[in-house]
Nanobody
Framework: QVQLVESGGGLVQPGGSLRLACAAS????????MRWYRQAPGKQRELVAA???????TYSESVKGRFTIARADGKITMHLQMNSLKPEDTAVYYC?????????WGQGTQVTVSS
């Protein structure tokens, strides 16, 4: 059974930074993709950033240049460094692990950007 646990959310002023973490436990298949999604109130869940087990990275246009995704496969952890945060970044951020056989989700962590 794979479990994902996010941490690092909180309240930050516009222009500030936060670092989210996702720790995965359990038996994880190789050839996976780890992703961050977010969902703001009244909006659909959207992909923020993704990183494959081979190190290929993609970002949504809305966060490119401000957010950085990284992973440490020794412990199967993933981070999202979020800089220059804007009020429109306010959302619940979810960790996602995709494997060829199954997809897993964390419980989400709230990020609020407000003065």
């Amino acid at each position: 059974q794979v479990q994902l646990v996010e941490s690092g959310g909180g309240l930050v002023q516009p222009g500030g930074s936060l670092r989210l973490a996702c720790a995965a436990s359990g038996s994880i298949e190789r050839g996976n993709i780890m992703r961050w999604y977010r969902q703001a109130p009244g909006k659909q869940r959207e992909l923020v950033a993704a990183i494959t087990s081979g190190g290929t990275i993609t970002y949504s246009e809305s966060v490119k240049g401000r957010f950085t995704i990284a992973r440490a496969d020794g412990k199967i952890t993933m981070h999202l460094q979020m800089n220059s945060l804007k009020p429109e970044d306010t959302a619940v951020y979810y960790c996602n692990l995709w494997t060829i056989s199954k997809e897993y989700w964390g419980q989400g962590t709230q990020v609020t950007v407000s003065s």
